[in-house]
């Protein structure tokens, strides 16, 4: 269902920050998957001095982890690891034209540069209309495979998951990729886009939008969790530094269900 309201508060919101949005949304249940996180604030401080396996979003601060208690996550990787992980050997197997198609526009862009691949990824995939799970899937939280995607199309998290793959067939690696599980501040909702790492960049791939814009553009999503294929991370707000006064790691109680 497309909220008009939150579309007008999201047009001006990216407005004030020097863009529009082009697309509206939908509104997703706040059992996605998981939508926990830790309580802790991470000071400024304290972010700076972690170890490699963090890494900032939004915001946050990221501790990695194993893969564990996301069976829906896990359910995708099972059917991509049958055909290596490959996006169009996946689609072959049971949606042949869309195969087809997506390898001739992946050989298409195969020479542009990787912020471009990033911008057409997003393009190409947000096409498919959005549904929610339960009128695609008959569930109120499912998480689609690449395949049932352009079959039966899907929510959020469905279309972060495609363009997951997409990028990993065009030759990004896993480590520059993330699917993130946020909380909308706006519309008080959970909700999931894809992270892309591009350098010094990061990047937010959301269904929301064919504009292309770093996560300085997206103050209002706030990080619960993130994946790829191969870990899991928790994330903490980051508590910017009081020069005059100082700050200390505090417990916050937010998102708490």
């Known amino acids: 269902m497309r909220e008009k309201a939150y579309t007008v508060i999201l047009i001006i919101f990216f407005i004030i920050s020097g863009f529009a949005v082009v697309r509206s949304d939908e509104s997703k249940p706040d059992n996605a998957e998981e939508t926990r996180t830790g309580n802790v604030v991470v000071s400024q401080k304290a972010a700076t001095t972690t170890a490699k396996n963090t890494q900032e979003i939004l915001n946050t601060v990221g501790f990695r982890g194993p893969i564990t208690a996301l069976p829906k996550w896990s359910r995708v990787l099972n059917e991509m690891k049958k ?86 067939e065009l030759g990004f690696s896993h480590d520059d990729l993330r699917i993130v599980v946020v909380r909308d501040q706006i519309r008080g909702i959970a909700h999931a886009v894809l992270v892309v790492f591009d350098g010094d960049i990061v990047w937010l791939l959301d269904n929301i939008t064919d504009m292309l814009l770093t996560q300085e553009r997206y103050s209002h999503y706030l990080p619960q969790y ?19 006064q100082g700050t200390n790691p505090r417990i916050n109680p937010i998102l708490k269900k």
């Open 83 to 168: 055909s290596d992980y490959s996006l169009s050997r996946h689609l072959a197997t049971g949606a042949a034209g869309e195969s087809k198609r997506w390898l001739n526009f992946a050989q298409s862009i195969s020479s542009l540069s990787r912020k471009d691949k990033i911008d057409r990824v997003n393009e190409y995939f947000n096409k498919w209309q959005y549904r929610t799970d339960m009128d695609a899937y008959g569930q109120s939280d499912y998480w689609a495979t690449p395949l049932e995607f352009v079959i039966n199309s899907g929510d959020c998290e469905d279309y972060s998951i495609i363009k997951y793959f997409a990028l990993r």
């Open 226 to 244: 993130s994946i790829n294929e191969n870990y899991r991370w928790s994330h903490v707000p980051i508590q910017k530094k009081n020069i005059s």
